[in-house]
C-alpha cells in the first residue's frame, strides 16, 4: 500500500527502498537499551508499538 500510495501503481514491486526507509527511521527512533517502537508484521506490513 505504501509503494501504491507514494509512487504510483507503477512501480518495481521488487524494489526494497520501503525496507531501507523503515531501517532508517528504525535506527533514528532507537533509545539506548529500550524496547523497539516498530515492528514488521510478516504478509501485512508494520505497526508502531511498544511491546507489553
Known amino acids: ?3 501504491q500510495h507514494v ?3 507503477d512501480f518495481d514491486a521488487e ?3 520501503i525496507d531501507v526507509y ?3 527511521l528504525r535506527r ?3 533509545g539506548n537499551g529500550e524496547r523497539p517502537l516498530l515492528h ?3 504478509g501485512a506490513g508494520y505497526v ?3 511491546d507489553e
Do not use: A, H
Open 1 to 3: 500500500m505504501i509503494t
Open 7 to 9: 509512487w504510483g501503481l
Open 15 to 17: 524494489s526494497n527502498i
Open 28 to 30: 533514528k527512533i532507537k
Open 48 to 50: 508502531m508499538k511498544l
Open 22 to 24: 523503515v531501517g532508517y
Open 40 to 42: 514488521t508484521i510478516r
